[in-house]
C-alpha cells in the first residue's frame, strides 16, 4: 500500500508564491517519477511539472520560469516552488508519484489534492 500526503496550498495575491509538498510512504522500491497536476473548474487534468528518476524536469509551458519543481529521492519526497502567481494558476493540484512495489509492478498513485487559489 502506498500513499501520498500533500501539504501547502492556500490563498495569495497575484505576483506571490506558494509552496506545495508531497510525500510518499509504504511499500515503495523506487519511484521512478513525482510530479505535480492541476484541475480547474470545468477543466481536464493537466501536467504542471514532473521529474523523472534524478535527472530532467519537464513543465507545462505556462508555467516555465516562474514554477521549479525538486526531489528527494531518499525521502521519496516532491516539492513545487510556484513563484509569480497568476489568477489562472487557480486550481485543486495533484501530487502524482509512478512507483515500483515490492511486486516489480509499477503503478501510478494520487495525492489527495490541494487548493491554491490566486486572487487579482
Known amino acids: 500500500q502506498v500513499q501520498l500526503m500533500e501539504s501547502g496550498g492556500g490563498l495569495v495575491q497575484a505576483g506571490g508564491s506558494l509552496a506545495l509538498a508531497c510525500a510518499a510512504s509504504g511499500s515503495i522500491i523506487s519511484t521512478v517519477s513525482m510530479g505535480w497536476y492541476r484541475q480547474a473548474p470545468g477543466n481536464q487534468r493537466e501536467l504542471v511539472a514532473v521529474?523523472?528518476?534524478?535527472?530532467?524536469?519537464h513543465y507545462a509551458d505556462s508555467v516555465k520560469g516562474r514554477f521549479a519543481i525538486s526531489r528527494d529521492n531518499a525521502n521519496n519526497a516532491v516539492t513545487l516552488q510556484m513563484n509569480n502567481l497568476k489568477p489562472e494558476d487557480t486550481a485543486v493540484y495533484y501530487c502524482?508519484?509512478?512507483?515500483?512495489?515490492?511486486?516489480?509492478?509499477?503503478?501510478?498513485?494520487w495525492g489527495q489534492g490541494t487548493q491554491v487559489t490566486v486572487s487579482s
Open positions: 521529474k523523472i528518476g534524478g535527472g530532467s524536469a
Open positions: 502524482n508519484a509512478v512507483i515500483r512495489v515490492p511486486t516489480s509492478s509499477v503503478s501510478s498513485y
